[in-house]
């Protein structure tokens, strides 16, 4: 689908133009290398009245440190739950501080400790090495619980686009090992299924994230698999699960005009059909990432609004 200016949300239309342009940027090999070159330069940026801090947690499963960012209240004085936030960018680019305005919103929110891994992307480590940092942040967190003054008992996952991806993977791997206890998940317009193989991310042509885009973050990520023509493990690829007994509560909104939309509206069908508690929005004649594009647009507000209330609804539900 051939998604022309006009189609969008009008508050979107101007962002058509410069998006379309900037494609190339999210698409090879060398438009991702300039992003993360440029993404660096985000890394000393600070959240306000909340302590910042950078630690670096070792790997359980590689020699590496993960660069990993935790904010929490100024004088904190109890234990709180803990966010695992897991950035997006296509498991190919990105870092925490790309984050910090929703971030910010949700410690705002409500009382929380947030810890956001600078996890390996896709072009120097593909799979399993993103989805092995946050895994291994997570379990670091638990171990850590009484010097990070966290209830080890009350993790919640978050994350955008390919976070929220990485955000149902480790969902689905808590579920299967019962290694910590996740009181709800926010995998907002997740990037779950490899194959491609509906509607929306077999021919999605629009600004920001489309097939093309799609296409190439999926071969990188998942090359060594791809290469050595072994099965996809549900932990790369969450749309592939079929089992969604024992899922924790679940938040989302997903658009019309992105490669996800497909994926997660099924993603959403199989958890409610396993009684799991959820909380949805679809988003008509945008885009994906809009919220991000275009904060103060009205349709930008409304998501972000969706998301913190939701969020609090569900904390205020499930965090007890």
Same mark, same amino acid.
Not at 169 to 173: E, G, L, R, V
Not at 263 to 267: A, I, K, V
């Given at each position: 689908m051939k998604v022309t200016k006009d189609m969008l949300h009008p508050d979107l239309q101007k962002y058509y133009t410069p998006f379309t342009l900037a *494609?190339?940027?999210?698409?090879?090999?060398?438009? =991702?290398?300039?992003?993360?070159?440029? &993404?660096? &330069?985000?890394?000393?940026?600070? =959240?306000?009245? &909340?302590? +910042?801090?950078?630690?670096?947690?070792? #790997?359980? #499963?590689?020699? /590496?440190?993960i660069r990993t960012r935790i904010f929490s209240p100024e004088n904190q004085a109890e234990n709180l739950p803990c966010v695992l936030f897991n950035h997006g960018g296509g498991y190919l680019m990105g870092n925490p501080e790309q984050f910090l305005s929703i971030i910010e919103k949700l410690l705002q929110a409500r009382p929380c400790v947030l810890i956001a891994p600078d996890y390996r992307l896709s072009l120097e480590a593909p799979y399993p090495a993103s989805f092995n940092d946050c895994y291994d942040t997570l379990l670091w967190a638990k171990e850590n619980a009484e010097k990070l003054q966290i209830n080890p008992n009350l993790f919640i996952i978050a994350g955008h686009s390919a976070g929220g991806g990485l955000t149902a993977?480790?969902? +689905?791997?808590v579920r299967d090992t019962q290694d910590v206890k996740i009181a709800f998940q926010m995998p907002i317009y997740p990037m779950l299924d490899d194959r491609q193989? /509906?509607? #929306?991310?077999?021919?999605?042509?629009?600004?920001?994230?489309? /097939? $093309?885009?799609?296409? &190439?973050?999926? $071969? /990188?990520?998942?090359?060594e698999?791809?290469?050595? $023509?072994?099965?996809?493990?549900?932990? *790369? *690829?969450p749309g592939r699960n079929t089992d969604f007994t024992g899922f924790p509560p679940t938040i989302t909104f997903i658009g019309e005009y992105e490669p996800f939309r497909d994926?997660?509206?099924?993603?959403i069908e199989n958890l409610r059909s396993a009684g799991i508690p959820v909380k949805f929005k679809f988003y008509e004649k945008v885009f994906?990432?809009?919220?991000?594009?275009?904060?103060?647009? #009205?349709?930008?507000?409304? *998501?972000?609004q969706f998301t913190i209330d939701s969020f609090c609804e569900f904390y205020d539900k499930y965090c007890k």
């Open positions: *494609a190339p940027l999210i698409s090879t090999e060398i438009g =991702i290398k300039i992003n993360n070159f440029l &993404f660096q &330069f985000l890394e000393s940026k600070k =959240i306000k009245g &909340f302590k +910042n801090e950078v630690v670096e947690v070792p #790997s359980k #499963s590689s020699e /590496t440190l993977a480790i969902t +689905n791997k193989d /509906t509607d #929306s991310s077999r021919d999605m042509d629009v600004p920001v994230w489309n /097939t $093309k885009s799609n296409n &190439f973050a999926w $071969k /990188t990520y998942l090359r698999i791809y290469e050595k $023509k072994m099965d996809v493990p549900v932990y *790369a *690829a994926e997660t509206l099924s993603y994906h990432g809009f919220d991000m594009v275009a904060p103060t647009s #009205s349709v930008g507000m409304d *998501a972000i």
